[in-house]
C-alpha cells in the first residue's frame, strides 16, 4: 500500500473553502449512518490501498463517527478505529443523491448509506482519491506532514515566522506547500498575498511580524468570505456543490485570473506572472516587491 505523498496534488483546486463546504454536506448526511455497501470502480481512486477491494472491505459495515477536515483533506472517522481520508485532486466532487439519482459520468465511489441514501465521487480526471487507512497507515500519510490548519487553527504570528524563518523560497511557493500553514492553492494564496499587500515573490524569511500578522488576518478575510459564499467554481464548472449548484465566490477575486483588468483596490493592472511553475496573479502597486 501506498502513502498519501506528492506535493504537485496540494496547488489544485478544490482548495480549503470548497472542501469545508463539502464536509459540511457529508457531514449533515453521514454522521450517525453506516456505510450498508460501498463499490469503488477505478483503481486510481483507491490508489492509496492495496485494492478496491480494500478500500470497501475497510468501510462496508461501518458507522460514521466523524467528518472532519485538515486544510484540503477530508477525514471521515469510523467506529472501529479506520480513517476514511479523501482528496478531491481538480476535477472531483463528491454529491449525496437518492438511490434512484441517476448516478453521473465518472462517478468512481458510491456508499450506500443505511437510510438509503448514497454518497458518490466523481471524478473526471481522476486526480482524486479515497484512501482508509488504520492507526499507523495513517501517522505515516500525509496528513501527519500537513501544517496547522489555515481557518479552523492557523498558526500564531510567531509559529508562522519560525516556519519561514530562513526560507529564500517565494512566500508564494511556501504557502502551496502545506507545511507551513495548510489548505490554500493557487486561488486563495493569490487573494490573501494581494489583500496583505505582499508581493508573491517575497521570500518567506524576508517577512516581518508585522508583514505575517497581516497575512494571516488576509488569510482568514479570504477563506471566510469564499466558504460563506460557496466557494469559487470557475468557468470550467470543475467544482460543484455537492447538491450541484455552483460556487459563488468567482465575482468577489481580486486578481486570481484578472490579468489586464484593473486591481480593485487602485486600478493598475493586474499582472501574471509563473511562480514555482504556478500561475501567479498580483498588483504591481499594492504587491510592490
Keep these: 500500500m501506498g502513502t498519501v505523498t506528492g506535493p504537485s496534488l496540494e496547488a489544485f483546486l478544490p482548495e480549503l473553502p470548497e472542501v469545508e463546504i463539502t464536509r459540511r454536506h457529508l457531514e449533515e448526511a453521514m454522521v450517525g449512518r453506516r456505510l450498508e455497501r460501498v463499490r469503488v470502480t477505478h483503481t486510481r481512486t483507491a490508489r492509496y490501498n492495496a485494492t478496491t477491494g480494500e478500500v470497501e472491505s475497510r468501510l462496508s459495515g461501518r458507522r460514521v463517527d466523524t467528518v472532519g477536515r485538515h486544510g484540503k483533506f477530508l477525514v471521515i472517522g469510523l467506529d472501529d478505529g479506520y480513517t476514511m481520508v479523501a482528496h478531491m485532486g481538480m476535477s472531483g466532487r463528491f454529491s449525496v443523491a437518492a438511490k434512484t439519482d441517476e448516478e453521473a459520468p465518472h462517478t468512481h465511489f458510491v456508499a450506500v448509506l443505511d437510510d438509503g441514501a448514497e454518497v458518490r465521487f466523481i471524478d473526471p480526471r481522476t486526480f482524486g482519491f479515497i484512501a482508509v487507512f488504520d492507526e499507523d497507515e495513517l501517522s505515516d500519510s500525509a496528513l501527519s506532514r500537513l501544517g496547522p490548519d489555515a481557518w479552523v487553527d492557523p498558526p500564531s504570528v510567531p509559529i508562522l515566522m519560525r516556519a519561514l524563518n530562513g526560507r529564500t523560497a517565494p512566500i508564494k511557493a511556501l504557502l502551496l506547500d502545506q507545511g507551513p500553514i495548510a489548505g490554500l492553492g ?104
Design 186 to 289: 493557487n486561488i486563495y494564496a493569490d487573494e490573501a498575498l494581494h489583500l496583505a499587500g505582499i508581493h508573491p515573490l517575497t521570500p518567506g524569511g524576508g517577512l516581518d511580524a508585522t508583514e505575517v500578522a497581516g497575512l494571516l488576518l488576509a488569510i482568514q478575510k479570504v477563506l471566510s468570505e469564499a466558504i460563506e459564499s460557496g466557494g469559487t467554481t470557475l468557468d470550467d464548472l470543475a467544482y460543484l456543490l455537492p447538491d450541484g449548484q455552483a460556487g459563488d465566490n468567482l465575482s468577489r477575486l481580486g486578481v486570481y485570473a484578472r490579468t489586464d483588468e484593473p486591481c480593485l483596490k487602485c486600478g493598475t493592472p493586474v499582472e501574471r506572472i509563473v511562480v514555482r511553475a504556478r500561475s501567479t496573479h498580483f498588483c504591481p502597486r499594492c504587491q510592490a516587491l
